[in-house]
């Protein structure tokens, strides 16, 4: 089996596994511990950020051909969500769709879709200050899941959501697996950890200054 992803010179990021990181196509990883530490972990396999020492390589086969369908080799979930403040729910999701490459009506049709899937069906119209936590945290999910990268980071995506919604949100995570991706999620939630056949990971504080990022 070829690897999504491989991250290896992770030693002060602490990691229980050790310095390397594999990431399979199906695979469920929960990484717990130290927040700071496991954030700063996920911008870096995004390659949103810099750790000196540290190579992320992808499965060129798998990114080749999810960019020829304008689907990114990861997606990062960050704390805060990272939405568009002065765009609709819907339209938080359909942009990037589109910038992909996807026709305007499929992207439509595909928003929709997984919006409501995640409950938030009457949520459209709304700019992303008029939604709560809970909603916000849920549509950054959607848009990951409706660009179906070959690996979802997620950071803490359910620290807002009540116990329905993120059993949900879960499934819908562990799904995007079992269809052949991989999901990589931080975060102290037992539920997150509990999720079925997910490989756990703990982290320590970064050892040193040079471990964090540039």
């Not at 750790?51 to 086969?61: I, Q, R, W, Y």
């Not at 568009?84 to 992207?107: C, D, K, Q, W």
């Amino acid at each position: 089996m070829t690897p999504l992803l491989t991250a290896s010179g992770l030693a002060d990021y602490g990691l229980s596994t050790g310095p390397e990181l594999v990431v399979n196509p199906g695979e469920i990883i929960v990484i717990t511990g130290d927040l700071p530490t496991t954030a700063d972990l996920l911008w870096v396999l995004a390659g949103q950020a810099h750790s000196a020492g540290v190579t992320v390589t992808h499965d060129e086969g798998s990114r080749r051909r999810r960019s020829r369908r304008g689907r990114p080799a990861t997606m990062l979930i960050p704390q805060g969500n990272a939405l568009a403040r002065i765009l609709t729910a819907l339209e938080n999701v359909v942009f990037p769709l589109i910038a992909s490459g996807m026709p305007p009506a499929a992207a439509h049709e595909r928003a929709a879709l997984i919006l409501g899937e995640l409950g938030l069906a009457e949520s459209h119209g709304h700019l992303v200050e008029e939604l709560s936590g809970g909603q916000q945290q849920r549509l950054a999910i959607a848009r990951a899941l409706s660009l179906n990268p070959a690996v979802i980071l997620a950071d803490d995506p359910t620290s807002d959501l009540d116990a329905a919604n993120r059993a949900h949100v879960l499934d819908l995570l562990a799904r995007h697996a079992s269809d052949g991706g991989a999901v990589v999620i931080a975060s102290t939630d037992p539920d997150v950890a509990a999720m079925p056949g997910a490989r756990l990971i703990d982290a320590i504080s970064l050892a040193e200054p040079g471990g964090r990022l540039l």
